[in-house]
């Protein structure tokens, strides 16, 4: 039988010295948002609309962020991350479908920022990324959020909303979300 990784689960071995060993799932922490929390799916804010990030956004967004790297890397809470670097369409299409994953496991939500005025979601804008903070605190999340250089006059307005919709509609207890000037 083939084991596979949980998020937030720990493998605790049973019956290690016999023949029919076998591994528990254990819970070592709560899960990143309740079971019973429902995802917000869109927010809808002055000249953006946030959708979840998935595959069928990889060619604009590809364009979005490997034109604006420098604009990415002045942006609060990027400074001194590997990311963004130089990344074929096909490797952003793989880390595009590891966000989507991680949505559909509850275990990050990375939202893409669309302009209201394409429906088409052809054009991207920015990405909003809610994910667990590195230290691992129960009922916090680290938020990061950028946005392409052409648009930089959007950053404060969608640092204001997504600030305003995390502590109104999301189950956080804090936040740690770069301020903006």
Known sequence: MEEKSLPNHRRLPVGMNG?????LPLMTERPFVPTDFVVPRELVGPGF???PLGPEHNAADHAA???SMEHIRATPGFA???WPH???ASQNLADLEQHAADFAA???FTYTVLPTDRPDAQEVLGC???YPPQNGDAGAASIRSWVRADHADLDTVLYAAVRDWLAHDWPFESVDYAPRR
């Open 80 to 82: 001194g991350r590997p």
């Open 49 to 51: 609309r946030l959708a």
């Open 106 to 108: 509850r275990t990050g």
């Open 19 to 23: 023949p029919h060993s076998v591994t």
């Open 86 to 88: 130089v990344m074929s």
């Open 128 to 130: 909003v990324y809610i």
């Open 65 to 67: 962020w490997s034109g």
